[in-house]
Antibody, heavy 125, light 107 residues
């Protein structure tokens, strides 16, 4: 059973860099994509970006200029850096595995599971 | 980006009711859709993938249907533990996008 545990600084000042790390337990980084998703307080979910074990990334264009996602295979971890944060970046940040597979009836499919526990990051001066 | 629009934004239901939530995509996404359930203070949990496939361990009172641009999540005989917020998500292409959520509250 794959489990994700995440950590990182919870309080930042404007213009600082948000850094979070997610460790994968009970499985390997290989073969799947690993995502970061955020949720501002009381609002919906926004996908930030993802990475696979070889370092191939996809980013949300709305955040691409400020986001870097990296992977450390030796530690079975992946990380998020978001620079030049503002109050608009205040949110709960989740890491998640984007599990994908193929079924003869449905074709290729994917979904986010499991998820990390979430980290509230507050940006305030 | 593909925009996902859910309706209603919130609804009230009694235990035992049948609840239906709809999700509309801004373009055709075939059957590339998930449904998630989120309870306060918790991470979302996948209920349905590929529009109508039930994730392992999810009660059979949950079902999904639809294809193209219009999708539905149905909860038959809603239970107390089903009161939560539900999100659809398109899995057709990046950036992956979610609906704005539907909060299901107790009447």
């Amino acid at each position: 059973q794959v489990q994700l545990q995440q950590w990182g600084a919870g309080l930042l000042k404007p213009s600082e860099t948000l850094s979070l790390t997610c460790a994968v337990y009970g499985g390997s980084l290989s073969g799947q994509y690993w995502s970061w998703i955020r949720q501002p307080p009381g609002k919906g979910l926004e996908w930030i970006g993802e990475i696979n074990h070889s370092g191939s990334t996809n980013y949300n264009p709305s955040l691409k200029s400020r986001v870097t996602i990296s992977v450390d295979m030796s530690k079975n971890q992946f990380s998020l850096n978001l620079n030049s944060v503002t109050a608009a970046d205040t949110a709960v940040y989740y890491c998640a595995r984007r599990h994908w597979n193929y079924h003869i009836l449905t074709g290729y499919y994917n979904y986010f599971d499991p998820w990390g526990q979430g980290t509230l990051v507050t940006v305030s001066s | 980006d593909i925009q996902m629009t859910q309706s209603p934004s919130s609804l009230s239901a009694s235990v035992g009711d049948r609840v239906t939530i709809t999700c509309r995509a801004s373009q055709s996404i075939s059957g590339y859709l998930n449904w998630y359930q989120q309870k306060p203070g918790k991470a979302p949990k996948v209920l349905i993938y590929a529009a109508s496939s039930l994730q392992s361990g999810v009660p059979s009172r949950f079902s999904g249907s639809g294809s193209g641009t219009d999708f539905t999540l149905t909860i038959n005989t809603v239970q107390p533990e089903d009161f939560a917020t539900y999100y659809c998500r398109q899995t057709y292409n990046t950036p992956w996008t979610f609906g704005q959520g539907t909060k299901v509250e107790i009447k």
